[in-house]
Every structure is written in C-alpha cells, then in structure tokens.
C-alpha cells in the first residue's frame, strides 16, 4: 500500500516562513490535498490539487508537488496557524484514501 | 452551504456495534462520495472508507474490511457507518467527510465529528 511519511514536527517564529513535507514515491504525480488541524477541531482543507487554495484559505498557504515529495508553505507565520497539518491523496491503484502521519507546527 | 451534522458521542463494550449518522443538507447528497475518517486519541488520521451515495458502491480500508459497513438513506440524505467487534483501539473521533466537487478525492466539507468510547 502507498505511504506518506511527514515530518513529526516544525518549529518557526512569527513571520518567518514554514514548510511541512510530504514524501511519497513519485508522489509528483498524483493530487495532494492539505489540511489543518487545530485541538478539538475537525480538519479544514488548505490546499487541494497540489497548489490550489479553497476560498477564504489566505494567500499565506501554498503548496508545490514535484519528484518525491509534495510541500506546504506558510508564509509569515502567525501564531493562530499553530496545528496540526495532513497531507492526503487518493491511491487509485488500491482505491484507498492515504494520509500522512500529520505534523505538528509549532510558532515560537 | 453544504453541512454535514454527526450524532453524538457513543459508549459502548468490547465486542458490541455502534452505528453513527451523518446528516447531510445543502447540497445534492448524491452527486458526492461521502467517507468516514476516525481518530485516535492523540494520533493522526485514519481513513475508514467511503460510499456512494448515487448508487450505494463502497470501498472501505483493508484493516476494517468485515467489521465495518457504510451505508445511505437517499430519502433523508443521511449516510451511517455501522461498525461491528468493536475493540478498546477502536475508541475514536469518526468523522464524516464530503469528497469535494474538485473529482480529486479532497474534502471540503467535515462533520462535526463523533466520540466513540470503547470501554468495559
């Protein structure tokens, strides 16, 4: 079955830029999804195809997919985007959803 | 806007079953997969599987293949998870989910979630 591995954990301060990784084999060429995770709180979607933002996601979040390993960027970090964050992408050869192990961002 | 509304939280024993609902509104229930996710306490995400609820299609993940069943009532636009042999790891938070109009399998829509306690 697909994996996706993440990194357990990011630390930034305010105002710098983080970047949560997704690794994946040749996960360049599928879709991955992004969500955000706050306590108590379902996920809410950030990016989806890759790079797409939903309405109401700010500019602030990014995504890029490329070889082996999908990113998500955030830019100028505030501390309200503390969470959890989740790659996801469908397996079309097993039809089976994947996620990642999520990361936890942390804002210093 | 679309929503998706979970029934409450469930306690139940090892070995018993437990059915949660998912009522949807706002949107037309049948032109979207609808999945359940559920999560550990402090662990991550889980895919359980998913349903269609055009036609009633399933595919579900291969460690709850025989202990779990989706399945939807068109009439009231509601999808249920029935889940069967319940153990103390299946204690979680499920959550439905709405596969978005994007035909990538991303989520834009999420139930509130439902806590399920496993627990003699």
């Known amino acids: 079955s697909y994996v996706l591995t993440q990194t357990p954990s990011v630390s930034v301060g305010p105002g710098q830029t983080a970047r949560v990784t997704c690794g994946g084999d040749k996960i360049g060429t599928k879709s991955v999804h992004w969500y955000q995770q706050k306590p108590g709180q379902a996920p809410v979607l950030v990016v989806y195809?890759?790079?797409y933002r939903p309405a109401g996601i700010p500019e602030r979040f990014s995504g890029s997919n490329s070889g082996n390993t999908a990113t998500l960027t955030i830019s100028k970090v505030e501390v309200g985007d503390e969470a959890d964050y989740y790659c996801?992408?469908?397996?079309?050869?097993?039809?089976?959803?994947?996620f990642g192990g999520g990361t936890k961002l942390t804002v210093l | 806007q679309a929503r998706l509304v979970q029934s409450g939280a469930e306690l139940q024993k090892p070995g018993a079953s437990v059915r949660v609902s998912c009522k949807t509104s706002?949107?037309?229930?049948?032109?979207?997969?609808i999945h359940w996710v559920r999560q550990a306490p402090g662990q991550g995400l889980e895919w359980v599987g998913r349903?269609?609820?055009?036609?009633?299609?399933?595919n579900y993940a291969q460690q709850f293949q025989g202990r779990v069943t989706l399945t939807r009532d068109t009439s009231i636009t509601t999808a249920y998870m029935d889940l069967t042999g319940l153990r103390f790891d299946d204690t979680a938070v499920y959550y439905c989910?709405?596969?978005?109009?994007?035909?990538?399998?991303?989520?834009?829509?999420w139930g509130q979630g439902t806590m399920v306690t496993v627990s003699s």
């Open positions: 349903i269609n609820p055009n036609n009633g299609g399933t």
């Open positions: 706002g949107y037309t229930f049948i032109g979207h997969y």
């Open positions: 996801q992408l469908w397996d079309s050869s097993s039809e089976h959803m994947v």
């Open positions: 195809d890759d790079f």
């Open positions: 989910a709405r596969e978005s109009p994007n035909s990538n399998q991303d989520f834009d829509v």
